[in-house]
């Protein structure tokens, strides 16, 4: 054929070729572009519908909520409400469009994940803040710290200090208590329409609750004079001029000391006896002539009521400041923030059980003025109570509804604690103890009237009131503690070291002359402010022995026990409990466990903050009482605290009277998110290194901090045996967990873990917080990785043990790869026999060695040494620079007797990054050498 026509033909099927192929191309491309088209426009109208859903629900209800909280509560159901509705127009289309179903089903999804919403509900109802904790913990979702209950936490301080801010304070009054409150202006029985007029002491009322306008200005009384209507910064008292301030000052008072004594002293004197006569005239009248109450054959008892009055110029003389000197002089008035209404409550049952040591009690507080027998009901009429102690009868006021309306402040005691902090082994000391503490505070007498009560005798019900600091005030505590304050400021301007708590006071120096006239000045210095001293209690002659709070002090060899009556009856009350328990009575009195429990707390000045962490179960059970008169149930982990303290109370009992540690060596810890490091600060060579598992790196910063303490002790406990340790942490919550627990199970746990540690290994630990720029070495030791963590098989290792073995220590390991129960480590951990294994003997003992690379050469240089022998693993590496010392002229050595050959997939990786060892892939061998010499 011609070539011109062949090619011609050629080009026809070629251009006929290309057309069928375009026409194709052209079918396909219009008829997916259709589809295309037709599903876009399905789904462009279900997401218009869901849109149009969305805009209807959002503006379809222009409701104003009142409450937060319904408001949010409405928001989520509008949520789900539109996410529902979502899902039906995917539903609705699915015929035309597979996924649609699976959109479906994904909007549904969405609306039922309201699992973080219900936090946040559960959120603003259990903080007082609401919703401002919400919103606080909402705005920073992107903090650095990725702790959710840190966050919290955060977010709640944050949310708390802004409502502070923007709250408006009523008037200048602070508020401590946010409860009921009382009208501060209610009338009191014993007004004139009522009850005709009174002879009593108080001062008249309004009848039927009317008020005059001053007296509905503010709520509460005044905290100058005591007098309703106003408060201090408007009180008519104050508004003198600046000569009657300058009159208060201690200047003032000195100058004029001289001149005034004697006609102060015959004013208080006169004073006094006009309120003698005033409660004895008020007792006539009630009582009559009766004498059931006072036996007159009883020894007459001296009485502390108006003898602090009688010898106010002392009290300025040591330094009262006004406040103290008007509660000396007027009376102790009651810091109401509100006024209690008129209430009359019933005796208790405890009262009513012992009658007749109530009725002795009123006798005797009668006869000393303590009490007073009123004509008239007063306002309130609390009932009567009787506490016993090691079998001793107290007669209490319970003041449960006059003590709501106190304005508490904010103080601490002065207790065994603080006597350790002042006095040291070799200080001879002496004891005191007040006859009566609370009875030398007087009450402001406007305000005796909320502290009645009532007694029947003979069938005829009588009213009394207090005029004295009755026990079960809420504030008698402070008052005292206050008042007290003032002779001991006195003593230690003096250079004199004097704790007082309450009514029982300590006090001496290591000089045993100084300390017998630090004796005498002290008695003469009580006497002279009106102290009324208990001398049955008292131990005036210093000596370097003393019972004082309940704990025996032996500053001869500076130790504070717990008397040995305390410690047995401690134990008899566990003993009492765990019995009821083995006989399945798991049910008892939470009164019972609360005696128990208030026993063992009671203790830790003489035994230490275990006592904390040992009972967080206890308290557990007594935290889920229904009241105080119901049963609780003693759950399996607070027998097993119970348990402890019987077995171990005994051995625990007994602390260093000085808490000044000489603390041998510094322990600095720190965690990151791979790992933990610590060391020795005095001990360059003791550290610390070790990583987290994967689990482990989620768990919380706390956690972290704390385990690496708990490792860190473990690690260097045997090193360190029988020493105090200072251990620095850059976590203050470690600190506080170790000393006091912590209601998180695993921190709790974790914390106990640390005190039976230093329990084994006879370790005292004092926690310090240092900030982390000062701790910068143990943050690095704690990121650092072990990439030689890897080990032998647990199989291989067994093979050879036992046609080698029995191999007795493991050379280059840790904690968690040990082959044998002794072993070497490069870093202090748990368990180690001792850090680097080139500084212990290897000879003498069968080794398994199995260094890294790096360090091969090195081990069989010290074998040859030593003339050691064992298993030694090592790579088949010929070009490795241990190789020459084991092989030489185309065979093993001497002294290397047998061999074994076997792949390296037998390596276990370990938690660091180990590089070629441990990894999937790697064709070299391993071989062991049996060395002997």
């Known amino acids: 054929m011609d070539p011109s026509k062949v090619a011609e033909l050629i080009d026809v099927k070629m251009s006929q070729s290309q057309n069928n192929l375009l026409s194709e191309l052209d079918n396909l491309i219009s008829s997916r572009l259709n589809n295309f088209q037709q599903s876009f426009g399905e789904t462009q109208k279900i997401l218009n519908d869901a849109q ?180 201090k910064v408007d009180c008519p008292s104050i508004r003198g001029s600046r000569s009657d301030q300058i009159s208060e000052s201690k200047i003032f008072v000195e100058h004029n000391k001289i001149v005034s004594e004697s006609s102060s002293q015959k004013e208080i004197e006169g004073i006094s006896e006009i309120v003698q006569v005033k409660n004895t005239k008020l007792y006539e009248e009630a009582e009559g002539q009766d004498t059931e109450f006072v036996d007159s054959r009883e020894k007459e008892n001296v009485s502390p009521v108006g003898k602090l009055k009688e010898n106010a110029s002392a009290w300025a003389e040591f330094g009262a400041s006004k406040e103290i000197l008007d509660v000396i002089q007027n009376g102790y008035k009651l810091p109401l923030h509100t006024l209690p209404d008129d209430r009359e409550l019933t005796n208790n049952r405890s009262a009513r059980n012992h009658s007749n040591f109530v009725q002795e009690e009123i006798g005797k507080l009668i006869k000393r003025g303590c009490v007073s027998g009123v004509q008239f009901k007063p306002s309130v009429v609390n009932p009567l109570t009787v506490s016993e102690n090691k079998g001793k009868l107290r007669l209490v006021l319970d003041c449960r509804h006059v003590n709501p309306h106190l304005y508490k402040n904010k103080f601490k005691y002065e207790d065994a604690s603080v006597a350790r902090d002042i006095f040291e082994q070799g200080d001879n000391v002496f004891t005191f103890d007040l006859k009566s503490a609370y009875h030398h505070v007087e009450i402001f007498e406007e305000h005796r009237k909320y502290l009645g009560f009532c007694w029947e005798f003979h069938g005829q019900k009588r009213y009394f009131v207090f005029n004295v600091l ?215 060579d003791l550290e610390v290194v070790g990583s987290w598992t994967d689990s482990e790196m989620k768990y919380s910063s706390s956690w972290r901090e704390i385990e690496a303490l708990n490792r860190a002790l473990k690690s260097v406990g045997p090193c360190l045996e029988g020493q105090d340790i200072r251990c620095y942490t850059d976590n203050k919550n470690v600190t506080s967990i170790v000393q006091r627990g912590s209601k998180n199970v695993q921190l709790q746990e974790i914390a106990i873990e640390i005190h039976d540690t230093c329990d084994l290994y006879g370790l005292g630990i004092d926690m310090v917080w240092i900030p982390r720029e000062m701790n910068v070495m143990a943050d690095s030791l704690s990121r650092i990785s072990d990439s030689d963590d890897w080990s032998i098989s647990h199989d291989v290792f067994q093979y050879l043990n036992q046609i080698w073995g029995p191999h007795v220590v493991d050379r280059f390991s840790c904690d968690y790869n040990a082959k044998c129960s002794r072993f070497n480590s490069r870093w202090g951990c748990p368990s180690t026999e001792g850090v680097d294994a080139f500084k212990q003997s290897w000879a003498n003992e069968i080794n398994w060695w199995v260094p890294p690379p790096r360090l091969a050469a090195r081990a069989i240089g010290k074998i040859v040494k030593e003339r050691a022998e064992g298993t030694l693993i090592v790579p088949v590496w010929e070009s490795a620079p241990f190789w020459p010392k084991i092989y030489q002229g185309g065979k093993f050595v001497q002294f290397v007797k047998e061999s074994y050959v076997f792949p390296c997939q037998e390596i276990m990786k370990g938690k660091g990054n180990n590089g070629i060892f441990g990894s999937v892939g790697q064709r070299f061998s391993m071989v062991a050498l049996k060395l002997r010499f």
């Open 470 to 684: 009755p026990f079960g005030i809420s504030t008698a505590g402070y008052i005292f503690t206050k008042l007290t304050r003032v002779p001991v400021t006195y003593w230690r301007s003096q250079g004199k070291k004097v704790v007082m708590f309450l009514d029982d006071g300590i006090a001496g120096c290591s000089d045993m002359k100084v300390a017998n006239e630090m004796s005498r000045q002290i008695k003469a210095d009580l006497n002279k402010l009106g102290f009324v001293l208990a001398e049955t209690k008292c131990d005036w002659f210093p000596q370097n022995k003393a019972t004082w709070l309940g704990m025996f002090w032996d500053f001869h060899e500076g130790d504070v026990y717990i008397t040995e009556t305390r410690m047995q009856k401690c134990k008899k009350s566990i003993e009492d409990v765990l019995t009821k328990i083995q006989k399945g009575k798991y049910i008892i009195p939470v009164r019972t466990l609360a005696s128990v429990a208030g026993q063992i707390i009671s203790m830790q000045p003489a035994i230490g903050t275990i006592v904390q962490l040992k009972s967080k179960e206890i308290f557990k059970c007594i935290n889920n009482r229904a009241s105080w008169n119901a049963p609780v149930l003693v759950t399996g982990e607070a027998v097993t605290e119970l348990l402890f303290w019987y077995k171990h109370l005994d051995r625990l009992n007994g602390v260093s009277i000085s808490r000044v540690k000489s603390c041998n060596c510094c322990l600095f810890t720190d965690a990151s998110g791979t790992g933990f490091g610590a060391y020795v600060s005095e001990i360059p």
């Open 52 to 231: 149009v859903a969305k805009i209807r629900e959002m503006h379809s209800d222009d409701y104003k909520f009142q409450r937060r909280g319904n408001e949010e509560q409405h928001k989520v159901n509008v949520k789900i409400h539109r996410k529902l509705v979502e899902a039906n127009h995917y539903l609705e289309g699915s015929q035309d469009r597979p996924s649609a179903v699976s959109d479906a089903k994904e909007k549904i999804a969405e609306g039922i994940d309201i699992e973080k919403r219900q936090k946040l509900i559960k959120m603003a109802d259990k903080s007082p803040l609401g919703w401002k904790l919400v919103d606080e913990y909402e705005q920073n979702t992107l903090a650095d710290d990725s702790d959710d209950e840190k966050r919290m936490f955060k977010a709640e301080a944050r949310a708390e200090r802004k409502a502070k801010k923007s709250k408006k304070p009523e008037g200048r009054r602070y508020f401590p208590y946010s409860g009921y409150r009382a009208s501060p202006w209610k009338s009191h029985p014993g007004s004139q329409k009522e009850q005709g007029p009174s002879t009593s002491s108080y001062t008249s009322y309004t009848p039927f609750g009317r008020t005059t306008p001053e007296e509905r200005k503010k709520p509460g009384i005044c905290f100058s004079c005591g007098k309703p209507g106003h408060w």
